[in-house]
């Protein structure tokens, strides 16, 4: 699926939503907006390329896309919205870019493939549940940046074995 020139097309709530069949979508760079509920239940959706010109992602923006293995976040992107990846259970790994200054509420629960994650320094707030339940996350790296580390965030995290914060 492409979309051409229409800065509001994705950022329609539930745009996508259960879409089930959808394997693929190229987002132009005149896009400035995922919506929230954008590609929720997107299942079969292995990878979604992201443009700058997209600054945040909203609420459960690609929550229960299974099949999502990777995603690299642009540098423009300020802000990581609450469930935005919740249930990605194929996502393996994520690239937070240093512009980025919150992790929302469960941003990253049940990511149960996810293996490790390195927080940028740019990063100030963790909030509730956000690495909760990625049952293979062996380490991850803390920023002395973290000013709020929200409840349970790394609660049935399993496999964790190394944290560290420099």
Known sequence: MIYHNNSEIVNRRWLFLGCSSL?????PTSISKIGADCFYECSLLPFINI???IGEFKINCFAWCYLLTSIDIPTTISKIGRSCFRECISLKSI???STA???EECCFYGCSSLTSINIPSSIIKLKDECFSGCKSLKSIIIPSSIRIMGNDCFKECYSLISINKF
């Open 95 to 97: 690239n937070i870019p």
């Open 23 to 27: 394997t693929s979508i190229n987002i």
């Open 51 to 53: 443009p700058t010109s």
């Open 101 to 103: 200054i919150e992790i």
